[in-house]
């Protein structure tokens, strides 16, 4: 018997509509002490999932609210037990009131993610699942919510169950021939599984490759901003930003460390980091700032280069275009066309070279199209794309078992070794979908979700 937990799940901000969800066995009796329909129906005899309109009453008996109310029963709620929401008007205090009618009616305050945790614990989500649950509560780009909603909807659950239960169809084969030996179950015979551990194999390679594309969907791209000092890196920041970010003079070194900002640029969110400009310099505090700029180079997803298209290139935009030329993904910028242009754009050893004015935004258009094209994904972001790094690591286990499991079988080793290996793979697979997963882990997963999830 599960006791009855309650929470405001929609935020403690001024909004149109505040709900209190309840969830637990006395769920529907606790929540009638406190709620009497309009058409006197008890909540007891309300239809699953139909909206009923009442009036919510705090403890003292007082009307509080006219609401709708609505019954799930078990096993067929978000939690696979009966739940129990009140759909109120959005004022803080009525909703706060509401929640302590509930507590004193028998309800207790559910803790954070309980209700999530309570789904995964019925069988209602596996663990993949119920991470997405917070990834779609946190997607900041509609693709991350993409992905967030078709992890929710099983995708992941779908390419990994096929694959662990080949696994347990391997090790339940040997070990029912191994202790019925009297039965007649078909011979043991590890070469039969080569060809199935094989497949597996490179299907959780595939979707480990996935997982570059997957951390900038949840994290966004980190885009270092670089070039000599003067050339307009930090007003590129505040005018892709919208805001006045960062100090700008016409004092070389003004910026001195790196200064971080997240900005979307189409549907692709950039963690965008101006550096200090690279240059040689005696100052010991500026130099630091260089040496981190450097840094934030080799780190970065994404470069954007940025030069004075009002000046001659220098040495040190050479130096600076060098360093550049070793990253994946750049992006060069010729600012301050409004003062006239010295370079062109073939004067860049780049693909993508956009003549920009970040004080006017000239240019910045064509930026946001530039940066779509260098991070469209090579899968869709339907839930195939792995985001999570605790089951990108589980994965990565499972998948370097089970080369050892085939590097076993090349090597004429005996199934019991073979198989310590297939074990191993299940067990971290089994991490990523929570049929294995410790207890403290679990616990630290739910902890991440805010209370009324």
Do not use: W
């Amino acid at each position: 018997m599960s006791h009855t937990i309650a929470a405001v799940s929609t935020g403690s901000q001024i909004s149109a509509i505040g709900i209190i969800r309840l969830s637990g066995d006395d769920c529907i009796a606790v929540s009638e002490r406190v709620f009497t329909s309009n058409n006197q129906t008890p909540l007891s005899q309300f239809p699953d999932r139909k909206l009923g309109l009442g009036t919510l009453h705090d403890k003292q008996g007082r009307v509080l609210d006219q609401c709708m109310a609505v019954v799930s029963r078990s096993p067929h709620s978000y939690t696979g037990e009966d739940t129990v929401e009140f759909h109120c008007h959005g004022s803080p205090a009525v909703l706060a009131a509401g929640l302590d009618a509930l507590y004193q009616a028998g309800a207790v305050p559910a803790k954070r993610g309980e209700f999530t945790k309570r789904a995964f614990l019925n069988g209602k989500l596996d663990l993949t699942q119920a991470e997405a649950v917070i990834d779609l509560i946190e997607a900041d780009t509609a693709d991350a919510a993409a992905n967030a909603a078709g992890q929710v909807g099983g995708v992941l659950q779908k390419k990994l169950s096929p694959i662990y239960d080949n696994l347990v169809n391997l090790c339940s084969h040997f070990h029912a021939v191994l202790d019925y030996p009297d039965e007649d179950i078909p011979d043991f015979g590890l070469e039969n599984y080569r060809a199935p551990l094989r497949a597996d194999a490179k299907a959780l390679y595939a979707l480990l490759k996935t997982y570059g594309q997957g951390r900038i969907l949840r994290q966004g791209a980190a885009a270092a901003i670089v070039g000599r000092p003067n050339v307009g890196k930090s007003s590129l920041l505040n005018a892709l930003a919208g805001y006045e970010r960062c100090i700008v003079t016409d004092i070389p070194g003004t910026t001195r460390d790196t200064v971080e900002e997240s900005v979307l640029l189409g549907s692709t969110r950039l963690r965008l980091i101006d550096t200090a400009g690279i240059r040689e310099t005696s100052d010991a505090v500026e130099a630091m700032g260089v040496g981190r700029s450097r840094q934030a180079v080799e780190n970065a997803d994404l470069v954007l280069f940025v030069c004075d298209g009002s000046q001659p290139l220098t040495p040190e935009d050479q130096a600076i275009m060098e360093l550049c030329l070793e990253h994946e993904r750049v992006v060069a910028l010729i600012n301050k066309t409004d003062l006239g242009s010295r370079v062109a754009p073939s004067d860049l050893p780049f693909m993508t070279v956009i003549p920009i004015c970040a004080k006017t935004g000239e240019g910045l258009d064509q930026l946001n199209g530039a940066v779509e094209l260098l991070f469209e994904g090579e899968a869709p972001c339907d839930g195939s794309v792995l985001t999570n790094a605790r089951q990108f690591d589980a994965i990565r286990r499972a998948y370097e078992a089970m080369l050892r499991a085939l590097r076993g079988l090349d090597l004429g080793l005996t199934p019991d070794a073979v198989l310590t290996d297939v074990e191993a793979a299940m067990e971290a697979m089994g991490e990523v979908t929570g049929a294995t997963v410790r207890e403290d882990i679990t616990a630290r997963i739910f902890e991440r979700f805010c209370v009324g999830k």
